[in-house]
């Protein structure tokens, strides 16, 4: 481990606050109301992070971060901090970005399979209550038993249809699988591809790889996902897609032991959505994620306007605190920031819970480690200014890179390959077939002798209600889905 890699933070006092570059696998975490200069900071620490060679992967929920593409600007606030803060590498440059988005309008589309979801996370993603969270993973069992693949909704619907067709048969081996329950499910599902969920699932999976680069120059490139409208329409897509991310990192990365820096370093922006009515039991796989990953050499940073919003399990692993400005307007608000102080090592310079206060734009209580991972005492920090551009690039200027992309056209083209809807409306078409032939030939007219619709008729009508326009992808299922009882296939 190299204890002289490291990377500045701020200036404390006119001296440099910096943190380890080892120690950024222990995680993170930026904080403070509204205002008061998160983004800013989550843009230094991306810029810090790709200097030192190290791939960022960000979701920028603001529309913001995309100016770490473009070289800053000479600007009075600037050069004033410049002076409070010394720092002799400064130069405003650009900085290697590439540009994600699951709806693929702004960004290469991303996207994971309905199997490499999980039965949790799905059932988490459609808000399904214990029962129906029961008879989702049933249907996961029997995709897996009969070898369905399910990449995309389309193969969700068909397989749920199939188990109402034959529950009867099916109870005996995995229980009552009621068709309340599986109706509850297509109707939650219809409300998920009402806010675009569609575009997330199918193939062609998302390469790890394309998020672990580093430029001809030895720079991290920063993947930067456009979350700005799924916020706003789809927040538990945000999470879940978050989630999986970090799951699949788990799966496929190997241990690294003690690094001298973190192969990926992961931001995850209004990260109160998470735990915001999460299960226990998610909120559990979640603290061991976070606590497992650092093993394999990710640094996961949470972003949000309290450390209170983090579970106290998940606050207790993240090492790196930054602090920005509290107000307290109300008594609640008094006793949140007396619990944020609190999280802090004492200073004996300044009491800290009445400083965060007072703390203006761009200032923080910083919180850094010790080689050994002890918090050094907390610091009232200037942060240093970025060297990119502060705010986002035109459309024009996002267009033209994109343009440029080394991924151009990796992900653009959707496969829909065979999977559980066309295997299961094969299925259906045999068995219609075998009808057919048997009624032909017991019945002169060799019409069905019950004059109704085919099974195949009948699957095809509930098909095509549910497809809509979409096809879709594979992945594997990961950590969250082989950690909660799934398998890889």
């Known amino acids: 481990m190299n204890d002289s890699l490291q990377f500045v933070v701020g200036a404390a006092d006119g001296h440099s606050v910096s943190q380890l570059a080892a120690m950024c696998n222990r995680h ?48 009075p606030k600037i050069a004033s901090r410049l002076e409070q803060v010394p720092l002799d590498d400064y130069r405003q440059r650009p900085f290697p970005t590439l540009f994600w988005d699951i709806f693929g309008q702004s960004g290469q589309p991303i996207r994971a399979t309905i199997t490499d979801m999980g039965p949790l996370l799905l059932s988490t993603l459609l808000e399904l209550n214990d029962t129906q969270s029961g008879v989702l993973y049933a249907g996961f069992k029997v995709a897996d038993d009969q070898g369905l693949l399910l ?18 048969s099916l109870g005996a081996e995995y229980g009552n699988l009621s068709s309340a329950s599986i109706g509850a ?20 999976a998302l390469a790890l790889n394309d998020l672990m680069q580093v430029d001809f120059s030895g720079n991290g490139v920063v993947s930067i996902l456009d979350a700005t409208r799924l916020i706003a329409q789809a927040p538990r897509v ?29 931001f995850f922006d209004e990260a109160h959505l998470l735990f915001d009515q999460a299960p ?24 949000t306007q309290s450390p209170l919003d983090i579970p106290e399990d998940i606050l207790g692993q993240l090492g790196l605190k930054i602090q920005h400005a509290l107000r307290a307007f109300t008594p609640k608000d008094r006793k949140v920031i007396r619990a944020v102080a609190q999280t802090f090592r004492a200073n004996p310079d300044f009491d800290a819970e009445q400083r965060v206060t007072e703390l203006g734009i761009g200032e923080a209580l ?14 009232h920090t200037l942060i240093r200014p970025p060297e990119s551009r502060i705010g986002p690039l035109s459309d024009a200027e996002k267009a033209e890179r994109m343009a440029r992309s080394p991924l151009k056209g990796k992900y ?48 095809m009508k509930s098909a095509a209600r549910a497809i809509g326009s979409q096809v879709g992808r594979q992945i594997i299922r990961g950590v969250l889905g082989s950690i909660f009882g799934g398998r890889k296939r």
């Open 366 to 379: 910083v919180s850094t480690l010790d080689s050994r991972g002890a918090p050094l005492p907390v610091q």
């Open 151 to 168: 990449l995309d909704l389309k193969d969700l619907r068909a397989l749920l249809s199939w188990m109402a067709e034959n529950s009867r």
């Open 238 to 266: 945000y999470t879940t897609f978050l989630l999986w991310l970090l799951s699949e990192l788990f799966e496929q990365l190997p241990e690294v032991g003690d690094a001298d820096r973190p192969k990926l370093v992961f």
């Open 280 to 303: 226990k039991v998610l909120v559990d796989k979640i603290e061991q994620v976070v606590r497992l990953i650092r093993s394999k050499g990710v640094g996961v940073f949470f972003i």
């Open 28 to 75: 993170g975490l930026i904080s403070g109301a509204t205002g008061t200069g998160k983004t800013v900071t989550l843009q230094v620490l991306a810029e810090s992070f790709s200097r030192l060679g190290v791939p960022v992967f960000a979701a920028d929920v603001k529309g913001d971060l995309s100016g770490l593409a473009a070289a800053g600007t000479p600007n």
């Open 185 to 204: 499910i297509q109707r939650k599902i219809l409300i998920l591809e009402e806010q675009g969920a569609e575009n997330f699932f199918g193939e062609p």
């Open 412 to 459: 653009d083209t959707v496969i829909d390959r065979e999977s559980a809807y066309e295997v299961l409306r094969q299925k259906a078409e045999n068995k219609q077939t075998e009808q057919t032939a048997a009624s032909t030939s017991s019945s002169p007219s060799g019409r069905s002798a019950r004059g109704g619709q085919s099974v195949a008729e009948a699957f």
